[in-house]
Every structure is written in structure tokens, then in C-alpha cells.
């Protein structure tokens, strides 16, 4: 055997052998098949100097892009000047920078006035941190989630998760919700919000009375399907009727995904608590935040708390995002454009599939191709000529844009026509197999 030849075997022992460390339960990874090293704004390298264009951005935990230069220099600054990183929840300059930031760029010019709470940093706990305070506060236990719905792993937040593949079952005790129709489950005939405050209404449905009805305005994992600002008003009015609170998980629609920055403002509803986290860093880091309206703050010190509810670093990126970002309407109109290429691009890539269709808002796009198998396999030819995209939906079926809001557009016509011509290639293929 040459040096060359062994240098090679080692090198793929070591690969075969990082693959038996990690977990079976890696998932992207697998699917997007390389060693990353590098990254800015839309474009990834791996370590051989590949790139890729990512229209999957951290499942829009980069909504700003890879790196963005101020958040990096900002943090390395503030590092350097030994800035406080772990802090609890005790009070910091960063975590004051970022309050303040938080209420003059995006509560005030809103009219909201929301308490804000800190969790633990994923999303999954200011779930779980909603959910609880929505039960203490009404004294009621059970809470309406909806078909399609995803809201995090963790156990409160799983019960309130529809995808059966996560909630698995029979081994994990999942309680306290009761499931309702979203927007259009039945197609466009059949308003489900009608149907919620029917069963509400009635002291014979059997429907216990919510503590909250928690919802996305966008389901991100349950297939991109957008709640119509109509059906969002009825639910909102329905639970204000029925003496729940509404609950609107932002994590994934939130942070100007679909325009801006919150996912409700286009509904004009005002929900009375929200969670935050994915892009609320800016930079990718962890975070999460529940918005709470102020008379329900009925949490006593410490109720719920966790160890990573001071992520600093985090703060001092948060708080570069919502100065840099959200002073003016610049990001929301380069959503609406970027919003506007993508949906022309679409509607031209559906054609290419008969039954196609348009799902989502905002650059908070895809397409449904109504078969997993071919949108995994255009998934995987996007991936082999340099594009990143995933799928979601209950049979992995759509096609999911996630590229970060500031993407230049060359760029991001660029991913576009290599997403078409995958598509080509895997319905070409498809034709000539039968
Ligand atoms: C809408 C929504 N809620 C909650 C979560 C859970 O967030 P995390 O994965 O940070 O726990 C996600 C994650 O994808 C999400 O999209």
C-alpha cells in the first residue's frame, strides 16, 4: 500500500469512525453530506473549497446571513474587552443594550408593550415557559394546538407538536393538548375557526376550555401553510371570547421571515404572549424570549428558570440585529422584492410538476410536489450541484426556500435556477424511467 493509499484509508476509518460517534439521531447532516468550514452571508464552503448556496440558513436561525460582519466585530469587541458571556439572569450591559434596543426598535414603534422573559436558550423552552405561564395564569391545563403544528421537542412543547415521526408514541406520555384543524385542513370551503368556537361554544362537545391556543402564523415544519389574516382574526377573537390566551410561536415565521418582524402584524392581531428565538441573535447563536402582555405576568422569582438564560454574547449580536436591521423599513421591503423573485420563480417551477403548487409567505416559500420521494430526490440533486434546500410537511414533500432575507439577489436568482434545474433533471429522469 502507498502513502497516498494509506493517508486515504485512515482518512476514511476516521470518517466511518466520526459517523458510529455521532448519534443515529443526526439527521441534516445526512442528508447534506459534507464537512463544512467557512461561511458568509448566503454561501457555504466545505473543506475541500466547494460552495454551496444555503436556502436552508440553521432552519432560519440566519436570517441575516452567515457571520454578519457588524454582529461578528461587534461581539469580538466586546469579547475583548472581557465582556461578561455567562450571566444568569443577572442584570448586564449587554442584556440592557439589547432591552433597550428591543423596546424603542420594535415594541414602541408597534404600540406593544410586552414584559419580556428570558429562557433557556432554545425554543423549545420558552415553549414550554408559554404553555406553563398560560396554565397558571387561567388555572386551566388543557391548551389547543393544531394539525401541522410544530413547537419543539421537549415534552410540553411536544404534546403540542402534530408530526407523529417526533411525538413518538406509544413510549412518551404526551398530555394536556387538545388538537384542532389549522386554516385550510379541509381545503379553502371548511373554516376550522368556525368549527374551534363551535366546539368551544357548546358544554356538550367534550372540548374542555383552553388555558391557550397556541399557534404559527406559517406552520415552518408542517408544510409551509399560511393562516389566512381572516381565519387568524377569528382565532384570536374566538380565544379572547372563550378566556384563553393566544399564543403565537414566532420562532421560525418571526424575525421578518415573512416581512416583518412579526408574523402577525399582517393579520393585525395582538397576541397575548409570543416566543422568539432562531434569528432573535442574529448571529446564530442561542436565545429565546417570551413576549408577555404585562397584566400576565403572574410569574413568581424563579418560577421557571434554567442556567443559560443570560446568554450574553447572544445579547450583544441581538441587540446589532434590531439596531442594524430594524431602525427603518429597508429589511422589510427587500423581503417583499426577494419575496416577489422567489414567488415568480416558483409559480415557473410548478409548472414543471404536474400538481404543483405554491405554499407559504414572504421568504417563507416552496412548493408542494405531493410526493416525499421526489422532493428528497430534487433535494439531493440541489445539494450535488451546490445548493442546500430542504423539505417539510407531513410526507417531506415540499420544497422549502429558507435563504437568509439579506441575500443578494444575483445570489439568490442563482439558487433559484439551480433548484429549477434540478428539478428538469429529476423529472427528466423520472419521464425517461417510465
Ligand atoms: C415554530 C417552531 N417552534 C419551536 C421550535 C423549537 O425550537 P428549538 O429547536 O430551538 O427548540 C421550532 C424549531 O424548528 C419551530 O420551528
Redesign the pocket.
Known amino acids: 500500500m502507498g502513502i497516498a493509499q494509506g493517508i486515504q484509508t485512515l482518512q476514511s476509518l476516521e470518517d466511518s469512525h466520526d459517523e458510529i460517534r455521532e448519534s443515529e439521531v443526526r439527521s441534516y447532516c445526512r442528508k447534506f453530506d459534507a464537512t463544512f468550514a467557512t461561511a458568509e452571508g448566503t454561501i457555504l464552503k466545505d473543506v475541500a473549497g466547494k460552495r454551496y448556496i444555503d436556502f436552508l440558513s440553521g ?1 432560519s436561525a440566519l436570517n441575516y446571513g452567515h457571520n454578519e460582519p457588524d454582529m461578528v466585530s461587534g461581539l469580538i469587541d466586546y469579547m475583548t474587552a472581557g465582556g461578561i458571556i455567562h450571566g444568569l439572569d443577572l442584570k448586564t450591559e449587554a442584556k440592557q443594550r439589547f432591552i433597550e434596543a428591543f423596546k424603542t426598535k420594535i415594541l414602541a414603534p408597534r404600540s406593544l408593550s410586552y414584559r419580556l422573559q428570558f429562557c433557556g436558550p ?3 423552552n420558552a ?1 414550554e415557559a408559554a404553555l406553563k405561564l398560560a396554565r397558571k395564569v387561567t388555572g386551566r391545563s388543557q391548551v389547543v394546538a393544531f394539525t401541522g403544528g ?4 421537549t415534552l410540553g ?1 411536544l404534546a403540542a407538536t402534530a408530526n407523529s415521526h417526533h411525538r413518538m408514541q406509544p413510549f412518551v406520555q404526551l398530555s394536556g393538548v387538545t388538537r384542532a384543524f389549522y386554516d385550510g385542513y379541509f381545503g379553502p370551503d371548511v373554516d376550522t375557526a368556525q368549527m374551534l368556537d363551535k366546539l368551544l361554544s357548546d358544554p356538550s362537545s367534550g372540548f374542555d376550555k383552553p388555558a391557550a391556543i397556541i399557534l ?1 402564523t406559517v406552520q ?2 408542517g408544510g409551509l401553510n399560511a393562516a389566512s389574516p381572516e381565519w387568524l382574526k377569528s382565532v384570536a377573537d374566538l380565544a379572547r371570547r372563550h378566556g384563553a390566551l393566544l399564543i403565537v ?1 414566532d ?2 415565521a418571526g424575525c421578518g421571515r415573512t416581512g416583518r418582524f412579526f408574523s402577525f402584524e399582517d393579520a393585525a392581531i395582538e397576541p397575548d404572549l409570543v416566543v422568539l ?2 434569528s432573535l441573535s442574529g448571529l446564530g447563536l442561542p436565545m429565546s424570549l417570551v413576549l408577555i402582555r404585562p397584566d400576565l405576568d403572574q410569574w413568581t422569582p424563579g418560577e421557571h428558570n434554567g442556567t443559560f438564560r443570560g446568554n450574553n454574547a447572544a445579547f450583544v449580536t441581538a441587540a446589532i440585529a434590531v439596531e442594524k436591521y430594524w431602525s427603518d423599513d429597508t429589511l422589510t421591503r427587500t423581503v417583499r422584492r426577494n419575496a416577489r423573485t422567489i414567488r415568480t420563480s416558483l409559480i415557473q417551477m410548478a409548472r414543471l410538476i404536474p400538481g404543483a403548487r405554491l405554499k407559504g409567505r414572504g421568504m417563507f416559500q416552496g412548493l408542494d410536489l405531493r410526493d416525499g420521494a421526489i422532493a428528497d430526490a430534487i433535494s439531493r440533486r440541489c445539494f450535488d450541484t451546490g445548493l442546500i434546500i430542504e423539505t417539510c410537511g407531513p410526507h417531506d414533500e415540499v420544497l422549502k426556500i429558507l435563504a437568509p432575507l439579506t441575500t443578494p439577489d444575483a445570489v439568490l436568482r442563482q439558487g433559484l435556477k439551480t433548484l429549477e434545474a434540478a428539478i428538469v433533471h429529476v423529472t427528466r429522469r423520472l419521464e425517461a424511467r417510465s
Open positions: 432552519a432554545t425554543g423549545t415553549v410544530f413547537h419543539g421537542m412543547a404559527e415552518g415544519e410561536d420562532i421560525q428565538s432562531k
